[in-house]
């Protein structure tokens, strides 16, 4: 029997329990349920499709995985899996699971369902496939008995542990019982088939979503007195912001700069500003257009006004390359692109369009006022060029479609992106490995040494050697100049002092875990 109705019962059954009364402090101290504000809405429960920050909140708590992630740095802890033998040549993983482990019918996890899991996300090709895409094969995994598991990895990969909090268990029985004509898809989109400390109680598209916590969930120590939690939709920053000072949510996940300033001091709210692995930075279209001469972008990239664009940031930092400084494998050496105009106007001189006089577009999200800012801060600095600048918005899905090739591109393309495993490769191979052409984290930037710089990164096993072919990475693309590295903003959280044992950590901080807090 599933715990979690389909979205048409769970609005049904939330129409008995009024969504404002779950706001008011009261209520929510007496039940203990943590109330999070954000922006974003949370469109598919499927752990094999879902992506973005919510989504991966609701399967985080609802969903386990083999290993799971805490601490900054973030480090793999036991989860579905107490622990785990490495081979020697770093190509065969033996997972031990918890005999205890359930799922929320009371199904035990096996080595079986997580094998059938794996399968399931590498059938799919979809949600969070790419961290394990060409590493594990169906072939390479074996359910050796009820509670152990080993994947023989079709080449070394050294990350394998901090991707794998990412790849969610599923139940077989359910989705076999529920799989259709789509494997699962339709039935997952609004149910839930985990083994995770909450369940799915209401789902209201576009308002809120309610989980509870599960009777004698099979996790144990280190829980917190949690009985549910309420993901809130509220897409003013401002009003956010007044939720937790009031005390109406305990957390605010989307606040502005301006936001944080004004919440300093307020009784009653704690403020977490904390370095990340989110990076900011202007993509430009390599492979089509003007910005396909290499000295063309070098003089846009010393002719940018960085120091305009880390003023508009608030709590950030300017980025130096394609890596934030936090991370194995930064390279101090490196030098950074900074702004020179006579630098700037020798490189033009050398390009296909030496006087300037062209026209170029960039196209950022609709709606995304900082992203905007930075646009105009563009225009500003080609002036001196020759260079104008047309500014076009579009919604986020449209601009994932223009990602799919150089000709859709404009030639330039904002984009944020956080690491959501704590190594190197993560950001390394989604934003600059050419296999990612197409999607949005690397539309178009193809450089075989690069390519082959991070197949080695990611299956060198010594740490020294490591660091140096990730230096040697940092130092092309810099060279390249593909991209106008901008800021790494600070994760800006505001929270209740009420709430105790957060833990932060730079790849899930706009999803917390809720099986840790207390109220």
């Known amino acids: 029997m599933s715990i979690t109705p389909t979205r048409r019962a769970l609005l049904a059954a939330g129409a008995a329990l009024p969504a404002l009364s779950l706001l008011q402090p009261a209520s929510a101290q007496s039940r203990r349920i943590l109330v999070l504000a954000s922006n974003q809405d949370i469109p598919n429960f499927d752990p094999h499709v879902a992506t973005g920050y919510s989504s991966s909140w609701l399967l ?19 989860r579905l899996a107490r622990s785990w033998d490495i081979s020697e040549d770093g190509r065969t993983y033996t997972f031990h699971l918890d005999p205890a482990a359930r799922f929320h019918d009371g199904t035990p996890v096996t080595a079986e ?34 509670h152990t598991v080993r994947f023989r990895l079709a080449t070394p990969f050294v990350p394998f542990l901090s991707v794998l909090p990412w790849i969610w268990v599923v139940n077989p ?36 979503y309610e989980l509870e916590r599960v009777a004698d969930g099979w996790r144990k120590e280190g829980g917190g007195n949690l009985t549910g939690a309420i993901w809130k939709i509220t897409r003013e920053t401002a009003t956010q912001r007044l939720m937790v000072q009031r005390g109406e949510a305990q957390v605010a996940l989307d606040l502005t700069s301006e936001d944080m300033d004004t919440l300093k001091g307020r009784p009653g709210v704690d403020l977490v500003i904390e370095p990340e692995y989110r990076t900011f930075q202007i993509k430009m279209n390599t492979r089509h257009g003007p910005l396909a001469d290499a000295n063309l972008r070098r003089a846009v990239s010393c002719a940018f006004n960085y120091q305009a664009m880390l003023d508009v940031a608030g709590y950030a930092d300017l980025m130096t390359g394609p890596l934030p400084p ?13 702004m020179d105009l006579e630098k700037a106007k020798s490189f033009l001189a050398k390009s296909a369009t030496p006087s300037g006089n062209i026209k170029l577009a960039i ?55 956080t690491a959501n495993y704590g190594d190197p490769d993560n950001l390394a191979f989604a934003g600059f490995h050419s296999s990612r052409n197409g999607n949005w984290q690397n539309p178009v930037y193809n450089n075989p040494e690069v390519d082959r710089l991070i197949e ?31 800021v790494l903003e600070k994760r800006k959280l505001a929270m209740r002092n009420t709430v105790r044992n957060f833990r932060f950590t730079p790849v899930a901080s706009n999803a917390p875990e809720l099986f840790p807090l207390s109220l």
């Open 363 to 417: 196209t950022h999200v609709a709606g995304l006022e900082q992203q905007r800012r930075w646009a105009l801060i563009l225009l500003d600095s080609l002036r001196p060029l020759g260079i104008e600048l047309e500014i076009r918005t579009a919604t986020w899905p449209d601009l994932v479609a223009s990602c799919r090739s150089p000709e859709t591109l404009a030639d330039f393309f904002p984009v944020y992106q």
């Open 173 to 208: 029985k359910q989705v076999e019982a529920n799989k259709g004509e789509d494997d699962g898809q339709t039935w997952l989109r609004s149910n839930i088939a985990g083994s995770g400390p909450f369940a799915v109680r209401r789902a209201e598209a576009g308002n809120l």
């Open 113 to 146: 369902a997580v094998r059938y899991s794996f399968e399931r996300i590498l059938r799919l090709n979809r949600g969070n496939v790419w961290m394990i895409q060409n590493i594990v094969v169906p072939g390479g995994i074996e359910a050796v008995d009820d």
């Open 326 to 338: 936090t991370i194995q494998g930064f390279d101090k050496s490196l030098a950074p692109w900074r």
């Open 60 to 78: 985080r708590n609802t969903y386990d995985s083999l290993v799971g992630v805490t601490g900054n740095p973030p480090k793999p802890e036991p």
């Open 456 to 486: 080695q990164a990611r299956a060198e096993q010594d740490p020294a050697k490591r660091d140096a072919l990730y230096a040697r990475f940092q130092q092309t693309v810099m060279e390249d100049a593909c991209d106008i590295f901008g």
